[in-house]
């Protein structure tokens, strides 16, 4: 791996970072991977209530971003919301051992979310600084490998501590990893971009900045929020999981997305640095197309769990919308630019959420047709913007 990042001219930041994600993303499903069955199961609420919780929560985090980004561009100091976003990580995972209501796992979630989107801008600005933009696709592509191969092995964990012991030792001990991703923390000097300014506390909302927002950002932030439209969390893919097999196995979910996004997310990026991004973007959301027909009209567990490892490429869609940005903002507004982005993606996935749960207490398959069209629409939306707009843009 080493050998890989050299021979890429990755920096040796970018790894130390993508282990730091890899931990956080142990912790944040060793939590996740059964917070919707613990609720369903265990505390009686009901599917269109986690699906709306879930939106909501996953919201308030990317919506807390644009403002992490604005003060990470004002600070020029990413390491320190970085190190604060962690630490709140860290010290919520208890409060979701005590909570026993939908009220207690609300405010759970509300506060853990927050520490998540205050260290989540800052975390991929701080990528897009240490890449050339010949490379900024793969770095994103291997910091997103590595998050996946965290989020496996807390999948793993959490089954197998849900399965012997109980939820509330499990929520307990997510803990742990969160606090070693700090000590990674520890290892990331200044980056070369932002040591520079280090000390100058600068408006990131001047005429003079606010100028690089033009029209080819607007119109990726618009074909993001509507890609997001139709893309719902795995806490219903668990559900549906949960109705065929054990509902404390059902966590097997996320390994099989995880899989998928191990084996897209570095390969897509690569070929994106290589073929071009917008290709690769209309390319990943044909297979969502794919992938939601193929789940509305599936029934047999196995045939399920492959269609969830072709759904892992759902994941690189997102890394492509932020290479693109990285690639067409000036780095002083950086961090307030992908704060916008994961502001819009919040409110889509909300409301995709809100009516994904409502169509799941009437008919849960057809959630899958509902993401397939919304897909469809999104990928006839790139194509014309290429076309018509952005005949230069690859």
């Known amino acids: 791996m080493i050998n ?30 059964q917070l919707a069955l613990y609720m369903r199961y265990e505390l009686k609420i009901t599917d269109s209530k986690i699906a709306v919780i879930d939106g909501f929560c996953e919201f308030l985090s990317y919506l807390i971003r644009i403002f992490s980004g604005i003060l990470s561009d004002y600070m020029r ?36 979310r927050f520490g998540n989107g205050i260290q989540a801008c800052p975390r991929d600005v701080f990528i897009s600084e240490l890449s050339s933009t010949n490379h900024l696709s793969s770095s994103f592509g291997l910091f ?22 109980d939820y509330k030792l499990l929520f307990w001990s997510s803990g742990i990893p969160a606090l070693m991703a700090i000590l990674a923390l520890m290892n990331i000097g200044k980056g070369r971009k932002i040591q520079k300014n280090s000390n100058v506390f600068d408006n990131p909302f001047q005429k003079k900045y606010l100028q690089s927002f033009n029209k080819k950002f607007w ?28 509902p404390r196995l059902a966590g097997i979910t996320g ?53 969830f490892v072709l759904c ?6 997102q890394s492509l919308f932020l290479s693109l940005i990285g690639e067409n903002i ?11 982005f994961y502001c819009i993606i919040g409110v889509s996935y909300f409301a995709a959420s809100s009516i994904c749960g409502q169509l799941w207490e ?10 397939a069209i919304v897909s469809l629409v999104s990928l006839v939306a790139i194509i014309a913007v290429q076309k018509y707009c952005f005949r230069n843009l690859k």
């Open 312 to 317: 892992g490429q759902q994941a690189s869609i």
């Open 330 to 340: 000036d780095a002083k507004l950086r961090g307030t630019a992908i704060g916008i």
């Open 4 to 33: 890989v990042i050299k021979k890429l001219n990755i920096s040796k930041k970018i790894l130390i970072i993508s282990v730091y994600g890899s931990l956080l993303s142990i912790s944040t499903q060793m939590l996740y991977s």
């Open 255 to 307: 390994i099989f997305v995880g899989i998928g996004q191990i084996l897209f997310a570095y390969p897509v990026g690569l070929m994106a640095d290589k073929c071009g991004r917008i290709l690769m973007l209309k390319l990943c959301v044909a297979l969502s197309i794919i992938s939601y027909v193929l789940l509305f009209y599936s029934a047999s567990i196995w045939m399920l769990l492959i269609i």
């Open 219 to 246: 119109i990726i932030i618009m074909l993001a929020g509507l890609y997001e439209l139709g893309h719902f969390g795995e806490s219903l893919l668990s559900l549906r999981v949960s109705k065929i097999i054990s």
């Open 77 to 112: 100091n990413r390491k320190l919301l970085l190190v604060v976003g962690c630490l709140v990580l860290c010290l919520v995972k208890p409060m979701f051992a005590i909570a026993n209501s939908i009220s207690g796992i609300l405010c759970a979630e509300i506060v853990e």
């Open 362 to 371: 009437i008919a849960d398959r057809t959630v899958f047709l509902y993401g």
């Open 144 to 165: 997103k490998s590595f998050k996946t191969i965290g989020a496996l092995l807390g999948t793993v964990i959490s089954i197998v501590m849900a399965y012997i012991g």
